[in-house]
């Protein structure tokens, strides 16, 4: 619906009128409405606008009025509304003749008209015109349609793309992934740092900012855009757009449900029955997971209070370090939680450099979570679907048992875990007394000169006798770790003799590292 001249006069928007000229082009559409103050009002004109003015401005410049009838031809305003006996009593001879040849609308009304009310009446006529051209409902069910089937702020971006009248900007604020309408607003985005709930007006832009919070939690942020004279449109836009975001927030949730319960049975008895690793993997395209093995586990203890209150940020985070440290995609991973644990199952590309790779996810976990992160157990390279089971459960003991007996290992390969596990079944009490038979000298020392030696000792060997790598993992200088080397072999430890075996000694430190409760 267009709001016209003849439209405004048959609503009697206007009151004792007179139509000197242009009394055939009464059906020009009037899409906004200007009231004209100053002299070089030419300048400001809009298309299809409808003039309001007292002439005051130029009351006595019948040259400047001439002149601004040709502006006004040209930019095909919609005419203009004169108000009269106030500046002037009469419009010129000359103007109307002239009105006439260009068939320009001139219409006058009385002294009592009041402009400003008069500009109200009609700018309500035409956002109502506008507005109505809107259909929201059939809008709101053509977005439900598209994200009920891709519950995605991809897909509603795409379905949003179809509206003339707005721009649109999605922030997940769980991984900061951002979508876009236009180039435009992005661009906006990047160079105006706005306040994430606002409302600007930027030259002849209208830009609104909300954070849409769910469950009280910051979830994603919404940016919309429109030209300020499409102001009216925009707040029932933003309210459709909210009501998809979190419904796709909801759906994802609800799909990380039913994919966390199939991931359980996954790496529970589920694989155990398959036949071929083929048959897994056709399984995995359940939930869109691009499965391939060799895989790995790694399974992540963090503080509980922590994931229950930031699980779905957690879960970015995690995604994101692992995939840029292990060179995947995250289709081909897939994260589980467990109370306070979280497993990680991941396509294993680079098993030549599994283990210093696992090293630095570790290392980065560590760092990202800081005071949450406790420790994580890795996998061996998994080949086979059959040996996930007895890989999660023995991952999963060894970390309840680390937290059982305080151990200080924050990274606790596979190797450990089935020795570990192995040890756990003897008599921890005569392994204690064997360990320390061994590792005397280093307990004493560590006693009287509070050094770590043991730590220092098997990390060293951990690393391969790579005391820069050894370094870097106790988090100490180089020079540091010389000395205690020194240290260590001053107590009778042929550390620097490499035809040594050092098994012995490893196995004692490892018994000591593990389940001894005061380390």
């Avoid at 004792?16 to 082009?25: L, R, Y």
């Avoid at 029932?236 to 966390?260: D, G, T």
């Avoid at 570990?420 to 006693?447: A, F, G, Q």
Wanted: charged letters at 20%; proline letters at 3%.
């Amino acid at each position: 619906m267009e709001i016209t001249l003849k439209h405004l006069i048959d609503r009697n928007v206007f009151e004792k009128i007179e139509i000197h000229s242009g009394a055939s082009q009464l059906h020009r559409v009037v899409k906004s409405v200007s009231i004209m103050e100053t002299p070089d009002f030419d300048k400001y004109i809009l298309e299809k606008t409808l003039v309001l003015t007292t002439l005051y401005p130029i009351k006595n410049d019948v040259d400047r009025f001439l002149s601004l009838l040709d502006s006004l031809h040209q930019k095909q305003a919609s005419g203009m509304i004169i108000k009269i006996k106030r500046y002037i009593d009469i419009i010129p001879a000359v103007i109307i003749e002239k009105a006439k040849n260009l068939d320009f609308p001139i219409i006058t009304l009385e002294y009592d008209a009041n402009l400003s009310l008069l500009f109200d009446s009609i700018i309500a006529e035409v956002h109502y015109a506008q507005y109505s051209t809107h259909n929201f409902n059939a809008l709101y069910s053509t977005i439900l349609n598209e994200i009920v089937d891709k519950p995605s702020t991809k897909s509603l971006i795409q379905a949003i793309k179809s509206i003339p009248d707005i721009e649109v900007l999605i922030v997940n604020l769980f991984n900061g992934k951002i979508h876009t309408t236009s180039d435009r607003i992005q661009t906006i985005y990047n160079d105006h740092p706005l306040a994430q709930s606002s409302y600007h007006i930027l030259d002849d832009l209208l830009i609104i900012n909300e954070v849409i919070t769910y469950d009280q939690v910051d979830v994603y942020r919404l940016m919309v855009m429109t030209s300020y004279e499409q102001r009216h449109i925009i707040y029932n836009y933003i309210e459709i757009i909210k009501l998809m975001i979190v419904l796709i927030y909801q759906k994802k949730q609800e799909n990380a449900l039913k994919q966390n319960q199939f991931l359980m049975d996954f790496v529970t008895n589920m694989t155990a029955n398959y036949q071929s690793n083929t048959e897994v993997t056709e399984a995995g395209k359940i939930f869109n997971w691009n499965i391939t093995f060799p895989i790995m586990l790694m399974m992540i203890d963090l503080k509980e209070n922590v994931i229950k209150a930031h699980q779905p940020m957690i879960f970015s985070q995690i995604k994101h370090e692992v995939v840029n440290t292990c060179h995947i995609h995250e289709s081909e991973l897939r994260l589980v939680i467990l109370n306070h644990h979280i497993l990680v199952i991941a396509n294993l590309k680079e098993t030549q450099n599994y283990k210093s790779m696992m090293i630095t996810l570790h290392d980065h976990l560590k760092a990202h979570f800081q005071d949450a992160f406790i420790r994580a157990a890795y996998s061996t390279p998994i080949h086979e679907a059959s040996e996930i089971p007895s890989t999660y459960t023995s991952l999963l003991e060894t970390l309840n048992h680390a937290t059982k007996n305080q151990l200080s290992n924050t990274l606790i390969h596979d190797h450990h875990v089935r020795m570990v596990n192995v040890l756990k079944k003897l008599d921890t009490s005569m392994l204690l007394d064997y360990s320390r038979s061994i590792l005397k000298p280093l307990i004493t020392y560590e006693e009287k000169h509070d050094l770590p030696l043991i730590k220092t000792y098997y990390h060293y060997i951990e690393c391969q006798f790579n005391a820069k790598e050894a370094a870097q993992k106790l988090f100490i200088h180089y020079n540091s770790l010389r000395y205690r080397l020194n240290v260590i072999e001053s107590c009778g430890y042929p550390i620097f003799n490499e035809k040594e075996s050092h098994f012995e000694v490893y196995f004692a430190l490892t018994i000591h590292m593990y389940f001894n409760q005061t380390n």
